[in-house]
């Protein structure tokens, strides 16, 4: 169990430059358990611990791994070029810890997109050979027929691509929406298996990554923590999110 100073706590859960953060603790800024900590070096144990900063709660997390509702119309790119990045819908506190987010959705994609700052959780949950599950809801343009769900299932090869993009489920849950579950990231990669069936993506949505199902209750734009268990993985990657 670490226990640490209050100005290094502030520190490390990113609210600024350590000047910042003392700058914080000596105007009463902060509290802990409803008590004002005006003291930069008084000393509290991490774990469990949650504490405000101007009036906001916000727990303590050795490593950061939160759920994000995107909305269509935000790239997941550092460096947007059209349209606004995704990182502007997380906290300041949490851009300037460094979160990340986990693989890309594409700009008119929707739905869970994880971010963390636990680089080694980023590796175990975007490299193909560890296989977690990502769900999406396709709407197709048009009816998804028994014989692309078949070639979907049985891998279609891409364009530029020889290596074969199988389904791992594909499930058409109306006339023109086709939930397909894919264990790989690659680029635009359910919208070119649509293409390479002779269907069409005409609007994605990801439901699902791993066991983390998209809360039901998250708004577009609205983000929550998360523990990596609820992630499911079948083996201990790192520290994230205690
Ligand atoms: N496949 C795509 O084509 N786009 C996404 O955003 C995600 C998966």
Redesign the pocket.
């Known amino acids: 169990m670490a226990s640490l100073r209050i100005g290094q706590i502030l520190f490390s859960q990113g609210f600024g430059t350590r000047r910042d953060c003392q700058g914080l603790v000596l105007r009463g800024d902060v509290a802990v358990a409803g008590r004002i900590v005006d003291d930069p070096d008084e000393a509290f144990d991490t774990a469990g611990l949650v504490f405000s900063v101007q009036g906001r709660s916000w727990p303590f997390h050795d490593k950061a791994l939160v759920v994000l509702h995107k909305p269509a119309g935000y790239e997941c790119s550092a460096k947007p070029r059209h349209h606004p990045s995704v990182m502007s819908l997380l906290p300041k506190p949490l851009r300037t810890r460094g979160l990340q987010p986990v693989g890309?959705?594409?700009e008119d994609?929707t739905g869970l997109l994880l971010f963390t700052d636990d680089g080694s959780l980023i590796h175990r949950l975007t490299s193909p050979k560890h296989h977690v599950p990502k769900v999406?809801e396709v709407t197709a343009k048009h009816p998804v027929t028994d014989e692309q769900v078949v070639a979907l299932l049985k891998g279609v090869v891409l364009e530029d691509d020889p290596r074969p993009a199988v389904a791992l489920a594909a499930v058409r849950t109306s006339e023109c929406h086709l939930q397909l579950t894919l264990a790989e990231?690659r680029y635009?990669?359910?919208?070119?298996m649509l293409a390479a069936v002779g269907n069409r993506?005409e609007a994605?949505h990801?439901s699902r990554f791993g066991a983390l199902a998209l809360p039901a209750d998250l708004p577009q734009k609205g983000w929550a923590w998360v523990d990596v268990a609820e992630l499911g993985l079948s083996a201990p990657p790192s520290s994230a999110s205690r």
């Open positions: 890309r959705l594409d994609t999406y990231g635009h990669q359910v919208k070119r993506c994605l990801r």
